[in-house]
């Protein structure tokens, strides 16, 4: 397997088919913003006119795209790529879609005797820059071992979740997980700093003491304290609060299916979609929720 079409070059996508790239495979890209297709011909892919260009030659497409409608149009639409595809190519999609979206794909895609795995990923943008992503793959065995040596050059950790579809369960339940465990950091650290406590220390202690978690480790919300993240540089260029309502919607979309009780992801839901009302805390990482407990300057 050598040349891979990337469909999708945003925040995620971007540094993937980058790192595909570094490995040595021939990647020809695609994407709809031509800033984001310049900048990885700049970080070695070939530029593709289309996305039916892009998947011309490729032993494997990988696509990343924002939402369930964006991947039906690209691979189900009046002119979607399934039916352009080759048998001997093995498709990857790697966006955070429902499981629905995801078994509709793979059965259309079966059907035609291509190969299909749905792929989403955990670790956000700094491991998708580092090739350190997490994969929850749903598909079959056979088919997700094919697709390993793909996403190895993407990640460091590759779970087959299940069947078709298993990928998108696993994904949205570890979203909503981190939305809920981000929220409540982010509660913690205010409440320290609205009684005199540095962040950065009270950071160091819960990190070390049984309030330890991933968004305090990696990925801490409160201004200042961790170099490398989006607090750090004013909420930009994340995982934007836009995209967890989207996760959080599917998690409780998926509930509803399964008559699950999820009272703290409903309320992250909630508060999120408190946060990001407007277009622009909208368009913040996710982890800008810290702001919606920040007293204002004055107070």
Known sequence: MKTIAFIGLGNMGGPMAANLAKSGFRVTAFDLSEVMLESAVANG???????????????????????GEAVRTLYLGVHGLIQAMRQEVLLIDCSTISANDARQVIA????????????????????????????MCGGEAGTVASARPVLEAMGSNIFHAGPAGSGQVAKICNNMLLAIHMIGTAEALQLGVDNGLDPAVLSEIMRASSGGNW??????????VMEGVPAS???TGGFSVALMLKDLGLAMDTAAGS????????????LYQLHGGDAVNSALDFSSIQNLFRRPVGD
């Open 259 to 270: 008559a699950s009780s999820t009272p703290l992801g409903a309320l992250a839901k909630n």
């Open 215 to 224: 968004s305090l480790e990696k990925y801490n919300p409160y201004p200042g």
């Open 45 to 67: 892919c070939v530029k593709a006119e289309s996305a039916l260009a892009a998947i011309e030659n490729a032993d494997a497409v990988v696509s990343m795209l924002p939402s």
């Open 108 to 135: 259309a895609a079966g059907e035609r005797g291509i190969g299909a795995v749905d792929a989403p990923v955990s670790g956000g943008t700094a491991a998708a820059a580092a090739g350190t992503l997490s994969f």
């Open 233 to 235: 540089r004013d909420y």
